[in-house]
């Protein structure tokens, strides 16, 4: 045995010491987890009858993939020990990935396909009488996330993993997801989602890991013998923060990753003072708001601003990740010489940005350091990524709000804003201006907390998510900060995992693939460039086409069985699906289904297409939910109408979520990335796409632009104002001149105006369109309108060549490497984290 390898001992009530190791628990001839089709087969029936309990008579769907869930989940166990041993070892450098979001979709078919299972299981499940495909459409989406963050956050998970990367994610674990959204004459309708109510096999609960998270009270100040002044945080309504840990499988490696996420209950203690007076039921129903922490995720991606039970579950999760992060680093040191060396806290926006301030409370007050030292290692571990150049997305709290809820963490903020200050002036003497932009509690009467502010000068590394989005950060919103740490501003582009959003949710294309570069592109994407000089091969384009007709059939019957709707895999299937936002201009997809509507009425003839729109709206954000109601008014229009059926359907698809996204991606032609320029940070739909061979229309903006030098100009439809013309645009802006000027959108807009798509809702609908034809419209609809439809013009006309649109959709696949997170992790392996691999003890079961 070997005895670096000793796990940490376990102590048993009234005995010595018992060691327990990894080597005990699976010595070699206990393992018999075999991964064979025999194996597989009894190891879900005895999950399936012993763990579960369940005979065949009762047996609901749910208990089989239950069991089969359980069945892999067992052949990771060994294995993500083994990989927390090593990351926890105290010896290696590691990151936490800091997140308030994690939208990691279904688990099931990620693990079996990392873990090589599939063929295997798949004839165990045959036996049975059930299909791998069916037992995975049985579990419940994870959906801790509202969009692109949140996936993001899942897709930089599976490619550490898969890169061996020492990296733990750490999260909320929300009894309630992103909502469920159902449409109703036309509206979203929103139900709670209670993903857990069926129980989650994947997670495990370590309530033995479990600590404290304070909140309210009050801070005192004492003076110690030798005359140190040290502040104590007393009085406090404390809640107990438990781990659960969710396993991330690396592809074909060993690893087992964990995603930590932090759930909220009371601590066991009672206001005695009115236990003791008779109030027993009072004092145990106080504990709910507690528990109420993590209840339920803020289905916003734009901040929602001021709530307090938002920035309570911020703190909950800085507060419990870092405290984690100290007791492991503890187990194996005496201090903290040598912990900024062998940690990086990657914050996932500002959402977890009170870390900064939370480590210093902790090192300073917990721990003693003096406030030199702690902001030397704070200042040394903290990295920033920035998602939006929105301002009103920006994160602020009034001051006041977080002084009462967290009054020893606000003392903290003030005294780094005061030292940062200083720095301010020592450089830019006298320009108060400057001061009062930079710093983090503004200047207001009311004063706030600027969230950025402090993550960036808490931070040694801030970045964007894509070369635009970046030069943007730096130039505009922190030029001031740009200023002055020109070093600390870096940009990463941001990335998909080609493992779920190419190999996995499109087989079809994994085995043509496979076939023609061979199986190891899973893994170096950048093979996939030698389709580049096969993309006219009239077999390679014959199965290419082949695969994308299935995938096309398989979406539309999702469409029909979500809206009874029935499409034809000949449209050219045109997608938009993303949150649902005004920047991003769903609006001018439907507009110009609008048009090619009133051609095709008029006589005109157009190529037969699918405009297919899916998103969630904020559930407060009106003018969002508007434009849903709107879609829905204008493609029962369309899909009414018997002349143009074959033509033109318009279909929005209700409750987007991951694993829609999975059937959609394979089976979009176009893809739409259409945002105002400046506004989307990266988007990373659109790369799900091109790795999947959709041809882009898109303005250039975020990820879209390296999208376009990495295919082509002639693989990618470009339309719209730059982000240098856009400024321009605004001054002056006289939307209704457009229109006058352009036949085809002033018909578009009589249209509207004749009340055609009004359904009753005159008001709501002329609501969206005024706004779209007002002179303040910040989204600049009308003006790129004009050269969107130009645009998609072009496209009636490729397509019509049916080779030259398959040699498109090739490049775009074959050009896709770089927007793998694989390459986005090990950028920021190489200029943030600087991590090693992990090294698992070489065992023959491993
Ligand atoms: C903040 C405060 C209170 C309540 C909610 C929020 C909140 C929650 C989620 C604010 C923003 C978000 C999510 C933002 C988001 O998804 N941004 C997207 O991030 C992607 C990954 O980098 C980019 O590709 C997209 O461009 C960007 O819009």
Redesign the pocket.
Known sequence: MNSTNRSTAAELPGTAQAMVTVDDIWTDDRIALENDKDALRQSVIDHFGRTLGRDIDHAAAHFLYKAVALSVRDRMMERWLATRQAVESGVQRHTCYLS??YLMGRALRNAVHNLDLQDELGKALEELGLTLEQTEQLEADAGL????????AACFLDSCASLALPVTGYGLRYRYGMFRQSIDKGFQIERPDSWLSEGHVWELERPELSCRVRFGGRVDLITELNGNIIHRWVDTDDVRAVPFDVPVPGHDNGIVNTLRLWNSSATDEFNLHEFNAGGYTEAVAAKNAAENITMVL????????G?VL?LRQ?YFLVSASLQDALRIWLLHNDGFQGFADAHCFQLN???PSLAVAELMRLLVDDHRLSWDEAWSITTRVMAY?N??L?PE?L?CWSLDMIGALLPRPTEIIQEINRRFLEEVEQAMPGQLQQHAEMSIVSFDAQPVVRMAHLAIVGSFSING??AL?SKLLKEGLFANFNRLWPTRFNNKT?GVTQRRWLAYCNPGMKSLLDSTLGESWTGRMELLEQLVPLADEQALQARWREVRNRNKLALARLVAERTGIEVSADMLFDVQVK?M?EYKRQLLCTLHAVHVYLDLLDGQDHVPRLVLIAGKAAPGYYMAKSIIKLINNVASVINGDKRTTDRLKLVFLPDYNVSAMEVICPAADLSEQV?TAGK??????NMKFMMNGAVTIGTLD??NVEILEAVGSENFFQFGLSVDQVDGVRQGYAPSRIIAGDARLTRIFEAFDSGLFDAGEAELVRGVIDAARSPHDAWLTVADLPDYLDSQQQVEAAWQDTAGWTRKSIMNTACSARFSTDRTMQDYNRDIWRLQPIELPDRETI
Do not use: C, F, I
């Open positions: 308030m979001e996330g509202n969009g692109g963050l949140g996936r993001l803020y289905p916003n991606d734009a901040s929602e601003n709530k938002r911020q926006d500002t959402h990524t998602h939006t929105l997305a994160e998510v894509a989005h941001n949150r936002h945002s989307e940070a990266s988007g990373t739909g975020g990820a």
